[in-house]
């Protein structure tokens, strides 16, 4: 199992960045797949997870702002973050669920993370 984040940078708040992580080893389509965040001095928490039926779930702090979406065709999953603010400063990872529902995703392989810096 093989997971590459990318996309990160730096943004003024209320700014948009787009995560891409690129997915293989594994039959991508056939798998809920999520992104977390771990911020300066914080435990990783789930942002976002889909489906391999495309059922979307967020996180509460981020939910309106973020939008998680995959292409199964180019085993990829993305992640629009808009309306960006300080607090989503983190370095975000990509991760293959072993299950999802609606408040979390149980995360059994990792990507190394991309990180990503909102300035006020």
């Known amino acids: 199992v093989q997971l590459v984040e990318s996309g990160g940078g730096s943004v003024q708040a209320g700014g948009s960045l787009r995560l891409s992580c690129v997915a293989s080893?594994?039959?991508?389509?056939?798998?809920?797949m999520g992104w977390f965040r771990q911020g300066p001095g914080k435990e990783r928490e789930w942002v976002a997870s889909i489906t391999s039926i495309y059922r979307s779930s967020y996180a509460a702090s981020v939910k309106d702002r973020f939008t998680i979406s995959r292409d199964d065709a180019k085993a990829t999953l993305h992640l629009q973050m808009n309306s960006l603010k300080p607090e989503d400063t983190a370095t975000y990872f990509c991760a293959r669920c072993a299950g999802c529902g609606d408040d979390g995703c149980g995360a059994s392989d990792w990507g190394p993370g991309t990180q990503v810096t909102v300035s006020s």
């Open positions: 080893g594994f039959d991508f389509e056939a798998y809920c």
